[in-house]
Structures are given as structure tokens and as C-alpha cells.
């Protein structure tokens, strides 16, 4: 009778992956790899669902945005009938021009808007003639004075209109300038121009001071440079500042009018009012189609120069 030898033992070493690291290393790697996709598509989920949300609050800004103009158009066209009704549509039922007929046969809105446009018109050019240079000063020489300037920029504009209108009427009645539009200009003007100058003073800063020197270098004179070199590249600073004083000078109401009484020389915004009653009832069709061809001019001119606004600052930078 054979005696059974010792059966195989399980010793430690005995295991493939035990004496060599490597097997140990070649299991881990799909583990790490596995660790790392789920990682990635985790992470991928997130950016994911932060860009959907983004873009929602986007959506739900421009719809806060667009709503009031949408519903100022679908009450333009809407008859009287329509617009007296408890329960009020999203669209008109039944579009009609009669409430626009009425309005240009109630207040005359041609002559209002002429009065508008040569008032907003000038204040912008002028604005931006003062603004440019001075723009330029402040931003490529500082000083006292600059900061002074940039100090005057900021202070200005916490000034309430109710807190200067009193001097202000004072003032234009030493010139006589009261119920005139060059006094209504000059107000828009000095308004304005803080707010041009400090606009305008952050585009000088972006423009390159070595694209100055390259031309210093090439022999361009002083004004050559700031002709040649820097205005071409202010182009669109100074089309945006324009357009922002030219829309903040249409939509003004209270200086046009408490220094405005003649009913032949006011503005746009303050014939709106006349189709309010005595008693505050508003003839709602009317003011609506009146509203909004009153806004046609700020939207059609923002759309005619919005590339140069959004075109490149140093488009045609480069020397040829």
C-alpha cells in the first residue's frame, strides 16, 4: 500500500502575480483607465449641464429683454375693442393701422421726431469732437489733471436730474438759451460727455502705444500718427460712443421737458405725453403705435452700424 506524498501547498510565492510586480501593475492599469473614463464622462456631464443652464438663463434674459417691445408692437395693431377686454391676447385677433392714422392725426410726430434727431444728432457729434481728444490725453498722459478728470467722470454721474435742473434753468436764462433746442443741446452735451469720455478713454487704452512708436519710427509726425494710426483704430469706439449718446439723447424726457415749451420746438418723448388725458386715462392704441415708431430710429441705427461696434478694435492694425 503506497503512502500519499505531501499534497501541493499554497504558498504565497506560489501565485503568478505574487513574484512579479509587472502582473500586479497589468491589473491595476484597466482599473485606472475604467477610474478614468467614468471621471471624464462625469466631468464631461457637468460642463454639459452647466452650458445647458447658461444658455437658459440666456434665453430667459433675452425673453425679459424682448417682452416688453413684443408686447408694445402687439398692442400697436390691436383695435380699440381688443384693447379694452378683461382678458388680453398675446397677438391681435383682428390687426389693424388704424391706431398709427390716429396718432399722426392727433400730434404731429413728424415735426416731433425732426426735433428729435437735430437735438440727438448734434449732441452726438458734438460729444464725440470734445470727447476723442480729451479721451486721448487721459489715457496715454498721466496726471494730476487726468485723475482729476477721471474723478469728475465718476462724480458727475451720481448727480440726479431733479438736484441740477434748478441751476441749470437759471443759467440758460442768463443766455436766453430757455425753449431753445441749442440750449436743449448744450444740456445733452455736458450730460453726455463724462460718460463719452470715459468710454472713449478705455478704447485708447487698448489701442497698442507700440503701434505709435512703430510709426514715430517710421518718421510720422505727431499728428500724422493720431491721424494715420490711432483714429482708424478708435473707429469703433468712437461709432459705439456716438451711438449710446445719440440713443440716451432721443429717449431724454425731463430736460426737454422743463426747458421746452413751445409745443412747435419739443421732442419726441415729451409728445408722447399729449396722448395721456387730463384725467391720466392713456388713449392706449394710439400711444402705442406712437411708442413705437418712436423706437424704429435707435433700433434701425443700431442694426445699420453694429458690425463696426462688434468689429475687431485693431482691425487693419497691420503695417502695409
Known amino acids: 500500500m503506497k503512502r500519499a506524498g505531501p499534497g501541493p501547498t499554497n504558498h504565497p510565492t506560489d501565485h503568478p502575480t505574487a513574484s512579479h510586480p509587472r502582473g500586479l501593475a497589468a491589473l491595476s492599469r484597466p482599473r485606472a483607465a475604467l477610474s478614468r473614463r467614468r471621471a471624464g464622462v462625469s466631468r464631461g456631464g457637468r460642463r454639459r449641464a452647466a452650458r445647458a443652464g447658461q444658455y437658459l438663463a440666456l434665453l430667459g434674459y433675452l425673453v425679459f429683454l424682448a417682452f416688453p417691445l413684443l408686447w408694445l408692437v402687439s398692442t400697436a395693431f390691436k383695435p380699440p375693442t381688443e384693447l379694452a377686454t378683461l382678458h388680453p391676447t398675446w397677438l391681435p385677433e383682428r390687426p389693424t393701422l388704424d391706431n398709427f392714422r390716429r396718432a399722426f392725426d392727433e400730434q404731429p410726430l413728424l415735426r416731433a421726431a425732426g426735433n428729435s434727431l437735430l437735438t440727438a444728432g448734434s449732441a452726438a457729434a458734438i460729444s464725440v469732437l470734445i470727447a476723442t481728444p480729451m479721451a486721448y490725453v487721459m489715457a496715454r498722459h498721466r496726471s494730476a489733471l487726468s485723475r482729476a478728470a477721471t474723478g469728475w467722470v465718476v462724480v458727475s454721474q451720481a448727480f440726479p436730474f431733479v438736484l441740477v435742473i434748478i441751476p441749470l434753468f437759471l443759467i440758460l436764462k ?147
Open 174 to 320: 442768463e443766455f436766453r438759451l430757455i425753449d431753445e433746442p441749442a440750449g436743449l443741446v448744450l444740456v445733452y452735451v455736458v450730460w453726455s460727455l463724462p460718460f463719452a469720455l470715459w468710454m472713449l478713454a478705455g478704447y485708447v487704452r487698448a489701442v497698442p502705444p507700440e503701434l505709435e512708436e512703430a510709426a514715430a519710427v517710421d518718421g510720422a509726425g505727431r499728428l500724422r500718427t493720431l491721424v494715420s494710426v490711432t483714429a482708424p483704430l478708435l473707429a469703433p469706439g468712437i461709432v459705439a460712443t456716438a451711438l449710446f449718446t445719440f440713443i440716451t439723447a432721443w429717449n431724454e424726457f425731463f430736460f426737454a421737458l422743463v426747458l421746452l415749451k413751445t409745443p412747435e420746438k419739443q421732442t419726441m418723448p415729451v409728445v408722447l405725453t399729449h396722448f395721456i388725458g387730463t384725467e391720466g386715462v392713456a388713449d392706449l392704441g394710439p400711444l402705442a403705435a406712437a411708442a413705437l415708431l418712436a423706437t424704429l430710429p435707435s433700433l434701425v441705427l443700431f442694426a445699420f452700424i453694429q458690425r463696426r461696434i462688434t468689429g475687431g478694435l485693431l482691425a487693419g492694425a497691420v503695417k502695409h
